[in-house]
C-alpha cells in the first residue's frame, strides 16, 4: 500500500488535490481511498488531505500514520508532514539549498506557475493542479495524460490553465 | 459503473435514482453535503422532487410526515444534535407506519463540542421503531439507501440508514452505481393508505389503554417480519448487482473458538484485526452488524452462542454501563462471555492494532477497563 499526505493551508487546493490524484489512481486501475482532513476548514488555516492506493481493497479506516509522500504546499507547514524514512518529499518552493539530506526531495515552483497563468491570488495561487503535473513526473505512477482526464473530471472553470500548470510543473520539477 | 465517491455522495447518487417525491432537512456537519448535493440535483432537474426547507430537525421530520402520510416517497438526513432533536418526531413517523428513509451521519454528541465520527447519536434511538441499517463503506451506504426504501415501503417502517462521520460520510473510494431503469425495478410504486381528500380520516388519535396495547404489540410483532422483508429485498437486489447483504455478516468463516463484533466503520478496521490474528493462529473471526433493528437475534445466537469469548467494540457509551452493542449483544443473546471496549468516541484514532491488543487482553483476562 502506497500512502500520501497533501499538506498546505485552506485556498491552495489542498482537498481538490486529493481528489484529483485519488481519480488518477482509481483511472489506472487502483483501488484507492481519499480522506480530507476534517474540523474548522477555512482559508488561510492548515488544511492536508490524505490517499491510500493499493491493489487490493483498503480497510483501514483510521489517519494516515506514516506517509511514503509527502506534497508540501506550503513550507510553514512542512511539520505536519508524517513522511517515512526514506520517504519522498515534493516541495512547492525555489531557491532551495540544505546541508544534508537522507530523503529524496524535489521542488517546483508552483507559486509561480500558478500565477503566470492567473490560478488563484498573489496572497493564495490555487497550486493544486501544478504540483500534481510535478507528483506525475516524480511518481510515474499514472501517465500524464491520465492526469489531465483527471483534471478535466474535477475542474469546471479554466480546466485549460490548469492542465497547462500541471504541464509546466511537469516539465520543471527538479532534484534536489 | 464505479465511480470515485464519498458516503455522502454515496447517499445523494442512491436517492437521485430512487423516484423520491419529497426531501425536507436542515443542514448539520457532518450530514450538509447530502443535502447540498440533492439540492443541486433537484435543480438541475435530475431529481423530480420538492425540497421543503426548514428552520429545524424537528420541522424536517415533521414535513416528511406529512409528505409521507399524502403518499410521497419521502427522504430526509441528518446528525448527531440534530437527529436529537428529531427524537420526538421519530416516533411519530414509525408509529404511523410511515416508509420515510434517513440518513444519519454517525457524529459525537456535545458538550464537548465535536463533529467527528460517534454512533451514540443513532444508536440512543434505537428505541423510536426506525429500522436501523450501519454502513461500513460508501458501497454499503450505497446499496442500503436504495434497499431501505424497498424495505420502509413493503414493511411500512420508516428506515435510518446510519455512516459514520467523516471516515464514511467525506473519505472517498470506488463505489458501483447503479442505472435509474435498473432500481426501478426493485422499487415499484407500492399502494399504501395514504391521506385522501375524498376520504378523510385522523392520524395519531387518543388510544385508550386496549387499544394502545394492541397498537403497539402489533407494531414491536410487524418489525420483526422485517428482517424477512430485508432477506426478500437482499435476493432481488442480488440479482440486480450481484451483491448480497444479510443482517449479520461473519468473516472469513462462521466456525471460529472467538469472534469480534463491531459495527459501522470500526467494522472494516476490526477485518484486518481479525486477518492478523489469524496470521498467529488465533481462531478468531468477525461479526458485523448490518441491521441492529429489528434485533437478528436468531442469526446472531446461530453465530455467536458456542464461542468461547465474545469481543464487542463499540464507538459509542451509555454512561453508566457499558458500549451500546456490546449491552445489546449480552442482553440480546442471554450470553455472560461477552466483553466490550470502548474507544474511537469523537473520531478518535482506532487501528487494527488497537483492536488486536485488546482482543489479546480480553482473551488473555487481562482487562484493564472499559476503555481502549
Known sequence: MKQIGLHGRGGQGVVVAGEILAQCYFDSGKYVQFMPSYGAERRGSPSHSYIRTDNNKIYQRY???????????????????????????????SNFKVKEKKIDIYTVDANAIALSLGLGSPAIPIINTTILGAYCKVTNDFSFDILVNAIKSKIDKKADLNIEGARLAYDSVRYL | M?????????????????????????????????????????????????????????????????????????????????????????????????????????????????????????LSQRDTGWVQLYAANSQEVYDFIIMAFAVAERALFPVMVCLDGFLLTHTKEPVE????????????????????PANPK????????????????????????????FDNVSLEFEKITNRHYN???????????????????????????????????IDVNLVKINM?????????????????????????????????????????????NVVGFVGGLGGDKITESTIANAFLDAKNAQIKGLFL
Not at chain 1, 506517509?67 to 524514512?85: G, H, P, W
Not at chain 2, 452505481?177 to 385522501?196: F, G, N
Not at chain 2, 403497539?216 to 417480519?225: A, I, R, T
Not at chain 2, 441492529?292 to 457509551?317: A, C, E, G
Open chain 1, 63 to 93: 489517519e494516515i500514520e506514516e506517509e511514503d509522500i509527502s506534497v508540501i504546499f506550503s513550507l510553514s507547514v512542512i511539520d505536519t508532514a508524517k513522511l517515512r524514512e526514506n520517504g519522498t518529499l515534493i516541495i512547492n518552493g
Open chain 2, 2 to 122: 464505479k465511480k470515485v465517491l464519498g458516503g455522502n455522495d454515496a447517499v445523494s447518487q442512491a436517492v437521485s435514482v430512487c423516484d423520491v417525491e419529497v426531501i425536507s432537512a436542515y443542514p448539520i456537519t457532518p450530514q450538509t453535503s447530502i443535502i447540498e448535493k440533492i439540492a443541486d440535483l433537484i435543480y438541475a432537474k435530475q431529481i423530480n422532487a420538492q425540497f421543503i426547507k426548514v428552520e429545524s430537525e424537528h420541522s424536517a421530520m415533521a414535513a416528511c410526515i406529512g409528505a409521507s402520510i399524502a403518499g410521497s416517497r419521502t427522504f430526509t438526513a441528518t446528525s448527531s444534535q440534530g437527529l436529537l432533536l428529531m427524537h420526538e418526531v421519530l416516533h411519530w413517523a414509525s408509529g404511523a407506519r410511515l416508509p420515510i428513509v434517513l440518513a444519519n451521519a454517525n457524529r459525537a454528541i456535545a458538550p464537548g463540542w465535536n463533529i467527528w465520527a460517534e454512533a451514540t447519536d443513532s
Open chain 2, 177 to 196: 452505481i447503479l442505472e435509474h431503469e435498473t432500481v426501478k425495478q426493485l422499487l415499484p410504486k407500492i399502494k399504501r393508505d395514504t391521506l385522501d
Open chain 2, 202 to 229: 385522523a392520524y395519531g388519535a387518543l388510544a385508550f389503554p386496549k387499544d394502545y396495547y394492541i397498537i403497539k404489540k402489533g407494531q414491536h410483532l410487524d418489525m420483526l417480519k422485517v428482517l424477512d422483508i
Open chain 2, 247 to 281: 443482517p449479520v455478516e461473519v468473516y472469513p468463516k462462521p466456525d471460529s473458538q472467538y469472534s469480534i463484533v463491531a459495527l459501522g466503520t470500526l467494522s472494516q478496521t476490526a477485518r484486518l484485526a481479525v486477518d492478523n490474528l489469524r496470521k498467529d493462529d
Open chain 2, 292 to 336: 441492529l433493528r429489528p434485533f437478528p437475534q436468531q442469526l446472531l445466537k446461530q453465530l455467536l452462542s458456542d464461542k468461547k469469548l465474545i469481543v464487542v467494540f463499540d464507538r459509542d457509551i451509555s454512561h453508566g454501563k457499558s458500549g451500546i452493542v456490546k449491552d445489546e449483544i449480552a442482553g440480546g443473546l442471554d450470553l455472560c
